[in-house]
């Protein structure tokens, strides 16, 4: 199980505590920029008229290492403790840390003179996270977690494959590079969903007074995880035809099975657990959408969407709204704005790919504005509990 609210003590905290623990700057950096880099990419696509760097390739890598990064960032930063005996990464360690990953967005828009610059700047902060986690993972928690760690390097090697193409060094390799961190992403979703989900799906529920039975099964998990990488790895290969489709069914076959033992339908009244069991629901379509692209039944762009939009997207809303709840001393209850972000997400995903599979245009702008409008409600509804200090005056 992974548990994401700290203990704490009471303390004298500061009435702004952006840097008071990881969670509070890179939620509120990724739901930012979840808003702006989708907006920009819309009005890119439909009208032009942006910074030319601004193109598919920006919207990939920015989704995916920019958005996603952030996100992981705060996950990371903020179970970590709670996983080891090290304390929480916290001013002006956090800050600066903070402060690399809002370079890499600013410098994003540089004109192709400025990409060595980005690259440059963009390609420190994955490693850095890594060096900041890593050793306490490795050391109190490896077994079980260090292959967190390991995803942390195998994103950097993606984003350096990324940033070499784009510097003309790897010509052609951007796309495949950012469908990696892609892949790497949902295998961590894979993962990390196989703790909270079930975890957080028996406590809901208890909470409701509706409680669930889930026994564990770790030799599923293990199944499931194994499969999931195996199935992505083919994928990234760029390996078509039959075996790489039947291992991807295979893999959304045994997520399936995973899930259905997670009892979804029972945790309809739960908005906070329901979105998770969403979430991974998105994986399954992901997975089977893959494998039919690979199979040139539907385009392949409707499985990466709903890997992306889908599955990481919703898992990314799912875990910054309950971890932001329970780290600032608040009831882990959804309030109406919080399902109102998880509906438009939603809508949002279920748009892009629809887009992708009957292959029309005309729904990307409405796909993009929802998907902007989710993640803007997130921010105008957990920016204030981010930035402030506790309203329980402890630390956190």
């Known amino acids: 199980m992974i548990d994401i609210t ?18 509070r700057p890179f ?22 008229g942006l ?36 304390g929480p990464v916290r001013g002006r360690p956090l800050a600066a840390l903070f402060a690399l990953w809002l370079s890499g967005r600013a410098l994003s828009f540089t004109p192709e003179s400025g990409w060595m610059l980005f690259a440059g700047v963009d390609l420190l902060f994955l490693p850095s996270l890594a060096a900041v986690v890593g050793p ?10 260090g292959i967190l760690v390991v995803g942390l390097l195998v994103l950097t090697i993606a984003n350096a494959t990324w940033h070499a193409d784009r510097l003309g060094y790897r010509a052609g390799a951007a796309l495949p590079a950012a469908h990696a961190g892609l892949a790497v992403l949902a295998v961590m979703v894979t993962l990390i969903g196989g703790r909270i989900v079930p975890a957080f799906t028996l406590g809901g529920m208890r909470m409701a007074g509706t409680p669930v039975a889930i026994e564990p ?13 195996i199935a992505l790895a083919l994928w990234v290969a760029g390996f078509g035809g039959s075996g790489t489709a039947a291992a991807l069914f295979a893999a959304a076959g045994l997520q399936a099975w995973r899930l259905g033992r997670w009892q979804g339908w029972r945790t309809r009244r739960v908005p906070l657990v329901w979105i998770l069991h969403l979430g991974m629901t998105w994986l399954v379509v992901a997975l089977s959408l893959l494998a039919l692209g690979v199979l040139d039944v539907v385009p392949r762009s409707a499985g990466i969407h709903a890997l992306g939009g889908g599955a990481a997207g919703t898992m990314i809303l799912a875990v910054m709204t309950r971890a932001t709840l329970g780290h600032t001393g608040r009831p882990l209850a959804a309030s109406r704005l919080t399902v109102a972000a998880f509906a438009l997400v939603t809508v949002a995903a279920t748009l892009r790919v629809a887009a992708a ?11 993009g504005l929802a998907w902007s409008a989710g993640f803007g409600v997130f921010v105008v509804a957990y920016g204030p509990m981010l930035v402030r200090a506790r309203p329980d005056g402890r630390g956190g």
């Open 6 to 23: 700290e203990p704490g003590r009471r303390a004298d905290v500061p009435a702004i505590a952006l840097f008071r623990y990881g969670f």
């Open 27 to 48: 939620f509120l950096g990724a739901g930012l920029w979840a808003v702006l880099s989708v907006l920009l990419w819309v009005h890119a696509w439909h009208d032009g």
């Open 136 to 145: 306490s993972v490795l050391r109190d928690a490896g077994r079980r977690s």
């Open 51 to 86: 910074p030319a760097a601004i193109d598919l390739g920006w919207h990939v890598h920015e989704t995916v290492f920019g958005f996603a990064g952030a996100a992981l960032a705060g996950f990371m930063l903020t179970a970590v403790p709670n996983w080891t005996s090290a």
């Open 217 to 229: 099964w770790p030799l599923l998990d293990r199944a499931v995880l194994t499969a999931t990488g």
């Open 357 to 367: 599979v009957a292959g029309t245009s005309s729904l990307l702008p409405p796909a």
